[in-house]
């Protein structure tokens, strides 16, 4: 199916071949994880490239014709351009360097249609075979949090609850983090995306937890943040603005709803207590192989929410020099309204 809809996409744009060297897209249409693989998809036939350490990956997959490369693999792409006399070529000029696409064009002879995110339009709505995996990464995520909250005490490092988390979710069944495990302590956690490290966990501290799971290549994404030892009025009353605005927000998550409007939504609650420059990022994105995908609940941004999409919601405040929160779920967009793929208390806990 997937092959047919970017086919005629291909027939659309008036092309000849769709050239794919995005890894993601790559791993979207063929399954295949490889650091150094591309696609040429035809209206016939459909090639997967890549060299002698990928030979038997390549030759698994039954979607397209394997081609073990002993030269540079926009070389041998070159080649399969050049021997099925390939005139016009869609390609998504983000993913070749200029160095790269001047050897190319000299090599293939042929014409090129650039596009950015060709296959947005595909990979944007999910199959429930898609959903299910993420589904399964959240709860993979979710045991290991379970787990780690446990064994915090005092004296812990950042860095350690993160090695943990990453090894709890690997003992699990995840493939890999979704992305690099954040956990910020204290102050650290007024940096949206703090990187663990050394520094000790206290009591009065915030713990900023934002994370996720893989499974069979799709991800998920959660940030939970919970207090250790006690909780101030501030903290408290910070904490409840967020959930406030992340709960709103999730209620008006819907078809036909605007990502720029769900954005507004929560930042408009955020602002009317005071800390509007305290929310320092949009409020979502598409979440799928990639941990960032479309669409985007921004205030700029012109994507209209549909039934399949699967998006974030992760409304922060963020003190510098104090603390930061930030509550996140992972939701599917249904007919009807959403379905949140998280099953974790939002509650501020005090460990």
Known sequence: MRLKKIKKLIQEKNADAYIVLNNSDIRYFSGVVSSNVALVITGEKDYILSDARYKFVIERQNKFIPVVINKAL????????????????????????????KKFETE?????????????????????????????????????????????????????????????????GSEEPAFETIVATGADSADCHAVPNGNKVKKGDFILFDFGATVNGYRSDMTRTAAFGEVSDEQKKIYNIVLEAHLEAMKNVKPGMKCSQIDKIARDIIKNNGYEKDFLHSLGHGVGIDIHEEPRLSEKSSDVLESGMVVTVEPGIYLENKFGVRIEDTVIVTENGYESVADFPKNLIIL
Request: contains cysteine; hydrophobic residues 40%; negative net charge.
């Open 74 to 101: 926009l070389s041998a792409v070159s080649d399969i351009v050049k021997e099925n006399g390939i005139k016009k070529v869609l390609m998504d000029d983000s993913h070749i360097s200029l160095a790269d696409f």
């Open 108 to 172: 293939s002879e042929c014409e090129f249609i650039f596009e950015r995110n060709i296959t947005r339009s595909l990979r944007i709505i999910k199959t429930p075979e898609e959903t299910e995996c993420i589904k399964k990464a959240q709860k993979i995520a979710e045991k290991a949090l379970s787990e780690v909250l446990k064994s915090i005490k005092e004296g812990i490092t950042s860095k350690e609850i993160a090695a943990e988390l990453d090894y709890k979710m690997a003992l699990y």
